[in-house]
């Protein structure tokens, strides 16, 4: 069965600072790779995705993130965070079933922005 | 172009009464999903339609929960009688049919949040 592990319920970081967010996965199979953002009282909205191809993604707000399989992982990065940035983040996987298959969340990052 | 529709925005009622909610999906999309979301968690699938058909409800809680998508287009999740631990997010979502290039994503409503007192 497919897992999502967010390693850090929280990330604290000042203004400008770099930010990196966590995400591991286990799949037996091949996977599709999402980060979604949700900030308060709103639905999620999708940052970036890796379905194929370059294993570096490039998304919305200035986010990136590398696919590496050997470490299965999908860390999330951005070279300076901006107050607007404060949300919870949320990696999810989709299995080799494509587009069939269903969506599985990890329990969030919750990332705060310091002046 | 219109995103995922979702109403009401929040909800407030008494244990055991009767909610529900409703959701038009993205213009197109044959797929739709109802996701829980409890505080502090990631969203997980309560039910997943293709076009009418529930292909995926495994999830449901069946004996409070029920969902239809009669037309193949907006959808309906009820829970009836509501309990306290049903107070969460529930977000509807959708995409487009299976086999298609941008079928892989997933695009979701703004929630319904519930409370129950």
């Known amino acids: 069965a497919q897992s999502v592990t967010q390693l850090d319920s929280q990330v604290p970081v000042f203004e400008e600072a770099p930010v990196e967010l966590r995400c591991n996965y286990s799949?037996?199979?091949?996977?599709?790779l999402f980060w979604y953002v949700q900030y308060p009282n709103q639905g999620l909205q999708l940052l970036l995705k890796?379905?194929?191809?370059?294993?570096l993604v490039k998304g919305i707000n200035g986010f990136e993130a590398e696919f590496k399989k050997s470490e299965t992982s999908f860390h999330l990065t951005k070279p300076s965070a901006h107050m607007s940035d404060a949300a919870e983040y949320f990696c999810?996987?989709?299995?080799?079933?494509?587009?069939?298959?269903?969506?599985?969340f990890g329990k969030g990052t919750k990332l705060s922005v310091k002046p | 172009e219109a995103g995922v529709v979702q109403s009401p925005r929040y909800k407030i009622i008494e244990k055991k009464q009767p909610v529900a909610f409703w959701c038009n999906p993205i213009?197109?999309?044959?797929?739709l999903y109802w996701y829980l979301q409890n505080l502090g968690q990631g969203p997980e699938l309560l039910i997943r339609?293709?076009?009418?058909?529930?292909?995926?409800d495994s999830q449901l809680p069946k004996d409070r929960f029920s969902a239809e998508r009669l037309k193949g287009v907006d959808s309906t999740l009820k829970i009836q009688p509501a309990e306290l631990g049903d107070s969460a997010v529930y977000l509807c979502?959708?995409?487009?049919?299976?086999?298609?290039?941008?079928?892989?994503?997933?695009?979701f409503g703004e929630g319904s949040w519930l409370t129950v007192v």
């Open positions: 979502a959708s995409s487009l049919a299976p086999g298609r290039s941008s079928g892989n994503t997933i695009y």
């Open positions: 799949s037996s199979v091949s996977v599709y």
């Open positions: 890796y379905l194929s191809g370059s294993t």
């Open positions: 999810a996987v989709r299995d080799d079933g494509g587009s069939q298959g269903n969506l599985i």
């Open positions: 213009s197109g999309h044959n797929t």
């Open positions: 339609y293709e076009n009418e058909e529930a292909v995926d």
